[in-house]
C-alpha cells in the first residue's frame, strides 16, 4: 500500500524558512512532486525531482527561493522554503509519478499525501 506523508509545515513569518518532508512508502516511483493549493484555486505544481537522477525542475514563482530534494536510503523528499511571501500561504501536498519525466500537471501523479498547510504571516 502507498503512502505519502508530509510533515513540517506551520506558521512562518515572512521571509523566514521552513522544510517540509515527505515520507514515501510502499512503492518505487520515477518522480517525486511537491504541489500547493489554496482556496478556490486549482492545485499548482512547485517542484519535482527524479529519484534516481536528482535532476530538478521549479516553477517560476519559487525558483531560487525553494529547493527540492531527496534522500534514497530514507524515501524521503524534502522542500526547504527560504524568503517566504504571503502568497506561498497554502496547504501543501507531496505526489509521486511512475513517470521518468517531471511533469506539472496534478493530474499525471499517482499518488497524493494528506496536505501540510503553510502560513506566511506577520
Known amino acids: 500500500q502507498v503512502q505519502l506523508v508530509e510533515s513540517g509545515g506551520g506558521l512562518v513569518q515572512p521571509g523566514g524558512s521552513l522544510r517540509l518532508s515527505c515520507a514515501a512508502s510502499g512503492s518505487i516511483f520515477n518522480t517525486m512532486g511537491w504541489f500547493r493549493q489554496t482556496p478556490g484555486k486549482e492545485r499548482e505544481f512547485v517542484a519535482g525531482?527524479?529519484?534516481?537522477?536528482?535532476?530538478?525542475y521549479y516553477a517560476d514563482s519559487v525558483k531560487g527561493r525553494f529547493t527540492i530534494s531527496r534522500d534514497n536510503a530514507k524515501n524521503m523528499v524534502y522542500l526547504q522554503m527560504n524568503s517566504l511571501k504571503p502568497e506561498d500561504t497554502a496547504v501543501y501536498y507531496c505526489?509521486?509519478?511512475?513517470?521518468?519525466?517531471?511533469?506539472?500537471?496534478?493530474?499525471?501523479?499517482?499518488?497524493w499525501g494528506q496536505g501540510t498547510q503553510v502560513t506566511v504571516s506577520s
Open positions: 525531482i527524479n529519484w534516481r537522477s536528482g535532476s530538478t
Open positions: 505526489a509521486a509519478d511512475r513517470s521518468l519525466g517531471i511533469r506539472t500537471n496534478p493530474a499525471a501523479y499517482d499518488y
